[in-house]
């Protein structure tokens, strides 16, 4: 075992000795989820539809180079490094979860083949650890439907090239990686209900209604905003 393996170990024993376990945070009574696996550190599921859904517990904070108070700061910070990644960053919350700060993120990559794949994400951020929940959905099928209809409306209403690429794209600063554009937004969803993306947002706002926080976890000192 290396050093940082007995230090995960020792921090997930400390955490225990508290009663905070990876069952300390709990969504299981969502519909349609199936469990797959199970262990200390995670535990994933997977939907009737196909989707994939993790639970992962954190022993150890995580670090935000920008307080989460500034949330300009906090979705610029993150746009950038998910780009890096070759990722594009679609939306990102900061709001609470009985009481502690949670970062609600969705982001797109492409996929090997084509089309592209969409994750969906809930970070419970506690001062000495952290939960993170995790949907994964991808395009199947025809791809770039939902793309192609909005940016045929935003052609439409701009003359020139330019004038469409500045309304429909923001664009990240690596010119490599998936870039977030309109038909991303949210109002697009209900014209889309079975896309990955309208997926990940109903994913979340099912998550707010079902998630049931231990109070090990409630009691806990939050991560500084």
Same mark, same amino acid.
């Given at each position: 075992?290396?050093? #940082?393996?007995?230090?995960?170990? !020792? +921090?997930?024993?400390?955490?225990?000795? &508290?009663?905070?376990?990876?069952?300390?945070?709990?969504?299981?009574?969502?519909?349609?989820?199936?469990?797959?696996? *199970?262990?200390?550190?995670?535990?994933?599921?997977?939907?009737?539809?196909?989707?994939?859904?993790?639970?992962?517990?954190?022993?150890? %904070?995580?670090?935000?180079?920008?307080? &989460?108070?500034?949330? /300009?700061?906090?979705?610029?910070?993150?746009?950038?490094?998910?780009?890096?990644?070759?990722?594009?960053?679609?939306? &990102?919350?900061? +709001? %609470?979860?009985?009481?502690?700060?949670?970062?609600?993120?969705?982001? *797109?990559?492409?996929?090997?083949?084509?089309?592209?794949?969409?994750?969906?994400?809930?970070?419970?951020? +506690?001062?000495?650890?952290?939960?993170?929940?995790?949907?994964? /959905?991808?395009?199947?099928?025809?791809?770039?439907?939902?793309?192609?209809?909005?940016? #045929?409306?935003?052609?439409?209403?701009?003359?020139?090239?330019?004038?469409?690429?500045?309304?429909?794209?923001?664009?990240? +600063?690596?010119?490599?990686?998936?870039?977030?554009?309109?038909?991303?937004?949210?109002?697009?969803?209900?014209?889309?209900? #079975?896309?990955? !993306?309208?997926?990940?947002?109903?994913?979340?706002?099912? &998550?707010?209604?079902?998630?049931?926080?231990?109070?090990?976890?409630?009691?806990?000192?939050?991560?500084?905003?």
């Amino acid at each position: 075992m290396g050093k #940082d393996d007995l230090k995960d170990q !020792l +921090l997930i024993i400390a955490l225990k000795d &508290l009663g905070i376990s990876i069952d300390s945070v709990q969504f299981a009574d969502m519909p349609g989820l199936n469990l797959v696996e *199970k262990d200390a550190r995670s535990i994933r599921w997977q939907t009737d539809e196909g989707d994939i859904v993790f639970l992962l517990f954190i022993p150890e %904070p995580i670090q935000n180079l920008v307080p &989460l108070s500034d949330i /300009s700061g906090v979705r610029e910070e993150y746009k950038e490094m998910v780009a890096q990644q070759g990722a594009a960053m679609i939306d &990102l919350d900061i +709001l %609470p979860y009985s009481g502690i700060p949670c970062m609600e993120m969705i982001s *797109k990559t492409r996929m090997q083949t084509m089309g592209m794949a969409y994750a969906a994400s809930a970070t419970l951020l +506690l001062r000495d650890f952290s939960f993170n929940i995790a949907f994964h /959905s991808q395009e199947r099928g025809v791809t770039g439907f939902r793309d192609a209809i909005v940016a #045929d409306k935003f052609l439409a209403k701009y003359a020139s090239t330019q004038e469409f690429e500045a309304a429909f794209y923001d664009r990240s +600063l690596n010119p490599e990686a998936a870039q977030r554009n309109r038909s991303d937004d949210q109002c697009y969803d209900v014209d889309f209900p #079975d896309h990955p !993306l309208s997926r990940c947002r109903k994913f979340l706002r099912d &998550l707010r209604t079902h998630i049931i926080i231990m109070p090990e976890v409630r009691n806990a000192k939050p991560c500084q905003m």
